[in-house]
């Protein structure tokens, strides 16, 4: 009899994940899952910022103990193991040096890149000898000439794809996507057939391993409030006043506390050394917030080679409609022409696809705006 191949699972205590390990088995594969465990409030000095609603958060031993329950009724082992200064080292920090810059950075990127296809991948190999990783991620990969490439998942709305642009081809030939082919609606359904009890378990939402947070009390814990003037870019007054510019993003119109005014603002601008936002009304935002340029650094082409067609889909943020545009390669920068798009702001990764295929993304540098 053929030995089993080994795959070690990333297992969550979500439905995704859980799905995974049932799928994987299908397929003939010896399952083993790993809990991971990254982030410890008291460790990390986390106080404040957390939701009352204790079901939303992110709660270790509630989740573990939901894995437990999946492995028994699908005969798995299942281990934990925690990242805890990993993280911190390689994920957060990172994270709350760049919001102190005043850049909007995306920690999920880089838990993807550092811990799941990193530290966790290395573990897995060290301890259980596997031939292959796997990921609750919804995304698929497919062999053409040979060589492996990341593509878009079934469901478009659930793709994430988008967090996985940092990946090397080493670490992407390691891994397999269950979900590739499967919605959300379909995962549940699964679940539920099989009599998995997290089939209708609330999404888990929020920072990668965090959990869901009140986010500008979150980052209170890493970073001093520091008020300065929110000024409307047009008119040069005053209309408000906000506690750190680290606390607001590009593009944003909500939680200004910009009390008493009749029409709705945008953030449009912040000026770290004056220590100044600001902000732009709705009749005004697409001459201040629209761009069809970008300056890309760190860019990582993930089959370590940029295609000869230079015609892309471009996404800035998660779940963004796909826009159509073209780049090019200037020393250590990528250089994105795009069609017109609101609130493309520095910190932000841009992620580039071809043909149903994710080439990789890199970190907005520069944003040339249309009214420039």
């Not at 939303?56 to 894995?67: G, H, I, L, P, R």
């Not at 008119?235 to 506690?243: A, C, D, E, L, Q």
Request: net charge positive; hydrophobic share 35%; charged share 30%.
């Amino acid at each position: 009899m053929l030995k089993k191949k080994r795959v070690v699972l990333g297992i969550s205590g979500g439905v995704d994940s859980s799905v995974c390990a049932y799928l994987l088995q299908k397929q003939g594969y010896e399952v083993i899952g790993v809990f991971m465990q990254n982030w410890d409030n008291y460790v990390n000095n986390d106080f404040f910022g957390h939701t009352k609603n204790e079901d939303k958060q992110c709660n270790v031993y509630k989740d573990f103990s939901d894995v437990e329950k999946v492995s028994k009724i699908l005969n798995f082992k299942v281990y934990k193991v925690d990242f805890i200064k990993e993280y911190w080292d390689n994920v957060f920090q990172y994270t709350i040096e760049e919001y102190k810059k005043g850049e909007t950075p995306n920690p999920d990127v880089l838990c993807n890149k550092y811990i799941k296809f990193g530290s966790f991948l290395k573990y897995a190999k060290e301890k259980f000898n596997c031939d292959l990783i796997a990921m609750g991620h919804y995304a698929g990969s497919k062999i053409i000439n040979k060589k492996k490439y990341l593509t878009l998942a079934k469901d478009s709305e659930k793709d994430q794809t988008y967090f996985l642009c940092w990946i090397n081809q080493q670490q992407l030939d390691k891994c397999l996507f269950p979900l590739e082919k499967y919605t959300k609606k379909e995962v549940r359904e699964i679940a539920a057939q099989i009599g998995l009890p997290n089939h209708d378990k609330t999404e888990s939402t929020g920072i990668c391993f965090i959990g869901e947070r009140k986010f500008t009390s979150f980052l209170q814990n890493y970073i001093k409030p520091k008020e300065g003037d929110v000024i409307d870019i047009v008119t040069k007054k005053k209309v408000g006043t906000h506690i750190g510019i680290m606390y607001y993003t590009i593009g944003q119109n909500k939680q200004l506390h910009l009390g008493g005014l009749l029409q709705k603002y945008y953030v449009c601008l912040k000026d770290k050394k004056k220590n100044i936002i600001y902000v732009v009304s709705e009749e005004e935002k697409e001459k201040f917030l629209s761009s069809e340029k970008c300056v890309v650094k760190d860019f990582n082409w993930i089959n370590e080679e940029a295609p000869k067609e230079k015609e892309v889909l471009i996404r800035f943020r998660h779940r963004q409609t796909l826009i159509k545009g073209t780049f090019e390669i200037k020393k250590d920068n990528i250089i994105l022409q795009y069609e017109k798009t609101l609130s493309v702001t520095n910190g932000q990764f841009a992620v580039l696809y071809q043909n149903g295929i994710c080439l990789g993304g890199g970190i907005v540098k520069k944003v040339i705006l249309c009214n420039k």
